[in-house]
C-alpha cells in the first residue's frame, strides 16, 4: 500500500539521497520549511553544506521533469512533493503554540493525515525525522512518526568487536600450544581477518589461549607482541595486546580502536606510533588529528595564530604526550616536538586535498566523523602510511550522528572483511577505578 512520507531537514541533511531513493514507490512530501533550511546551511564549510548543495542540485534536476508543487515521479515509481504551507496552522497551535520551524513540518504531515483520514481509500502519513523531540510532539498529536534508518551501518548491538570468545576442547586448546598454530577448521567458526580468539575449556577448567586469525594460512596463530613495554607503556588486558598487536603490525595499513574513555586506545596508539617513526624508522611521520566538532568549522574567532588557536582542541593530544614524554616543566613538550619535528599535531580542517605518503596516521574522536568525512581522511593516505582511527561512538557531539551511523562505525563494517585492516573494541578501562566507574555509570 502506498504512503505518504513527511521529510523532516535532517533527513536530507543526513543522506541528500534519501528523497530520491529510499522511499520507493511511496510519495515523499517536503514542507517549504525545508528549503529554507536547506538554503541556510549550503554556504557551510563542513559535511552538511555539502549535503545541502549536493540535494539542491538533485532537487534543481528533478525539476526538468515537471513542477515540484504538484509532484514529480522518481526513478523509484515514486513522486517528491514540495508542499507550500498554505494549509491551516491552528491544530499544532492548540498544542505547541510557537510557529517554529519544526512545528510547521508538523502541521504539514497533521493536515495531510487529516485530508487523507476523509478520503474513502486513506493513505497512511508518516512523518520521518532524526529529531527525538519532533517524533514525540508527532506522537502526542496522533501521527506516525519514525527515525530514518537507511543511514545505519549496523544494529548498535551487532558492531563488529575485532575478537570473539569460543569454548572449544581441550585438546584443540594444547594442539595450539605445541603446534604454535591450529586450522581454522578446528573450530568450525567463521573468521574475519586479523579478528583475534579466546579459546576458552568448554568444560570450564582455566586453560585458555588467545590466538589470531591468519586468514592466508588459514590458522589460527599466536600473537607476535608480547608483554614487553612499547615507550613505557605495557598491555594491561587482552584487548590492549590485541591492539598493540595492530598497531605494531606494518602489514595492516588501516586500524580502528573503539571504546569508552580510560580504556587507553589514545595512549597506546600514540606510544606505538612514536616506537615506529622515532626508534624504527619506519614512517617519516607521525600525524595526530582530531575534528574540531563538526569537522571543517572555522576555528578563526580564537585568539593567536594557527598552533594557538589548535590548542584547546588538541589538549587531550598533548596530554598523552607529556605523559609518554615525561615532561616536567610547562613548555618542556613544545621543546622536545620542535626538536624532534617529527610529530605533527593538526586539526582535520587542514587535512583535505593532502596526499600524505610514508606517515603513521592518528585521528583520534573519530567517532564525530560522517561517512563522507572518514572517506575523505582514509584516501588522503599515500603509499607506505598508516591510519588508526580511534573513537567512542557512544560519545558523539555531532547534531545529526549517533551509535551506528557515524563515519567510524560504517569504516568498521565496511573492512572487518578485508585484509588490510584489523579492529579491536576496547572494553575494560584501565586509567583509574574512579574512571571505569563514571564510564560505566554515567
Keep these: 500500500m502506498k504512503k505518504l512520507y513527511v521529510l523532516d531537514t535532517n533527513v536530507v541533511l543526513a543522506d541528500p539521497l534519501a528523497p530520491f ?15 529554507e533550511e536547506i538554503d541556510a546551511k549550503k554556504r557551510n564549510d563542513d559535511d552538511l553544506g555539502r549535503n ?72 497512511p502519513v508518516i512523518l520521518v525525522s ?20 537507511n543511514d545505519r551501518v549496523v544494529a ?47 568444560f570450564g577448567s582455566s586453560k585458555s589461549a588467545l590466538a589470531k586469525v591468519d586468514i592466508n594460512k588459514k590458522m589460527l596463530v599466536p600473537l607476535f607482541t608480547n608483554d614487553q613495554p ?24 588501516l586500524v580502528t580502536l573503539l571504546g569508552k574513555a580510560g580504556t587507553g586506545k589514545t595512549l597506546l596508539t600514540i606510544a606505538a606510533a612514536l616506537s615506529k ?34 590548542r584547546p582542541w588538541m589538549q587531550p593530544i598533548y596530554d598523552n604526550l607529556e605523559y609518554l614524554f ?38 583520534d574522536e573519530a567517532q564525530n566523523l560522517s561517512k563522507h568525512e572518514v572517506k575523505t581522511i582514509v584516501s588522503r593516505a599515500g603509499e607506505g602510511s598508516k591510519v588508526v582511527l580511534i573513537g567512542d561512538p557512544e560519545q558523539i557531539d555531532h547534531p545529526y550522528l549517533d551509535s551506528t551511523t557515524n563515519g567510524l562505525t560504517y569504516i568498521v563494517e565496511r573492512f572487518k572483511d578485508q585484509v588490510v585492516s584489523g579492529h579491536v573494541n576496547l572494553l ?11 564510564a560505566d555509570l554515567l
Design 156 to 202: 548498535a548491538d551487532e558492531i563488529y568487536q575485532g575478537f570473539k570468545e569460543l569454548p572449544i576442547h581441550p585438546s584443540i586448546i594444547d594442539t595450539f600450544y605445541s603446534n604454535r598454530g591450529v586450522s581454522l577448521s578446528e573450530i568450525k567458526y567463521q573468521c574475519h581477518p586479523h579478528e583475534f580468539i579466546i579459546l576458552k575449556d568448554e
Design 428 to 438: 575494560k578501562g584501565e586509567r583509574s577505578t574512579l574512571a571505569q566507574l563514571a
Design 130 to 149: 532524526k529529531d527525538v523531540l519532533v517524533r514525540v510532539k508527532a506522537d502526542v498529536m496522533g501521527l506516525v512518526a519514525q527515525d530514518y534508518e
Design 326 to 363: 615525561d615532561t616536567k616543566k610547562p613548555g618542556d613538550l613544545e621543546k622536545i616536538l620542535m626538536g624532534m619535528g617529527s610529530i605533527q599535531v593538526e586539526a582535520l580542517t587542514y587535512i583535505r586535498g593532502r596526499s600524505i605518503p610514508g606517515q603513521f596516521i592518528v585521528i
Design 277 to 310: 617513526v622515532e626508534d624504527e624508522h619506519k614512517y617519516k611521520k607521525l600525524l595526530i588529528g582530531r575534528p574540531v566538532v563538526p569537522m571543517g568549522r572555522d576555528i578563526g574567532y580564537l585568539p593567536g595564530e594557527k598552533d594557538e588557536k589548535l
Design 230 to 253: 612499547v615507550w613505557g607503556i605495557s598491555p594491561r588486558n587482552a584487548q590492549q595486546r590485541m591492539a598493540l598487536e595492530l598497531l605494531l603490525n606494518d602489514e595492516i595499513p
Design 52 to 123: 545541502a548543495r549536493r540535494f539542491s542540485r538533485m532537487l534543481d534536476a528533478l525539476r526538468k521533469n515537471g513542477k515540484l508543487h504538484e509532484g514529480i515521479q522518481t526513478a523509484a515509481g515514486g513522486t517528491i512533493k514540495i508542499e507550500m504551507n498554505h494549509r491551516s496552522f491552528s491544530k499544532v497551535k492548540a498544542s505547541f503554540g510557537e510557529y517554529t520551524n519544526d512545528n510547521r513540518i508538523l502541521a504539514v504531515a497533521l493536515n495531510l493525515h487529516m485530508e487523507q483520514s476523509e478520503t474513502s481509500n486513506p493513505l
Design 21 to 35: 531513493q529510499s522511499f520507493a514507490d511511496n510519495d515523499v512530501i517536503l514542507p517549504a520549511i525545508v528549503l
